[in-house]
């Protein structure tokens, strides 16, 4: 049985840092590509970063180009976003998907992503 589990969030104050964590259990971690999500209260889920199966390429939605930044460590079955400079409008339940391919899915349709992860609460305050 797969298991994605988040942990990390938490309150922190504009322009503070955290730092969110992944674990998956259940599934040949190595073999998928690794992604980030987030949604806000009334408002649809979006993509913030994906990660290709031996890091050799990322991308990231713009809204966190150059402050946030995806990891990952294969032999513990570890995902991880470092998440700098936060502002109010990162607020949100941030999720951890897996995608059964190697590569980055071309489009952030979560119909791409095979298991997900209940989330973990991200707030910012101003």
């Known amino acids: 049985q797969v298991q994605v589990v988040e942990s990390g969030g938490g309150l922190v104050q504009t322009g503070g840092s955290l730092r969110l964590s992944c674990t998956a259990s259940g599934l040949t971690f190595a073999n998928y590509a690794m992604n980030w999500f987030r949604q806000a209260p009334g408002k649809e889920r979006e993509g913030v970063s994906c990660?290709?199966?031996?890091?050799?390429?990322?991308k990231y939605a713009d809204f966190v180009k150059g402050r946030f930044t995806i990891s990952r460590d294969n032999a513990r079955n570890m995902l991880y976003l470092q998440m700098n400079s936060l502002q109010p409008e990162d607020t949100a339940m941030y999720y951890c998907?897996?995608?059964?391919?190697?590569?980055?899915?071309?489009?952030?349709?979560?119909?791409?992503?095979?298991?997900w992860g209940q989330g973990t609460q991200v707030t910012v305050s101003s």
């Open positions: 998907a897996a995608a059964r391919q190697i590569d980055c899915p071309g489009s952030w349709s979560i119909d791409n992503y095979n298991f």
């Open positions: 990660i290709s199966w031996r890091s050799g390429f990322t």
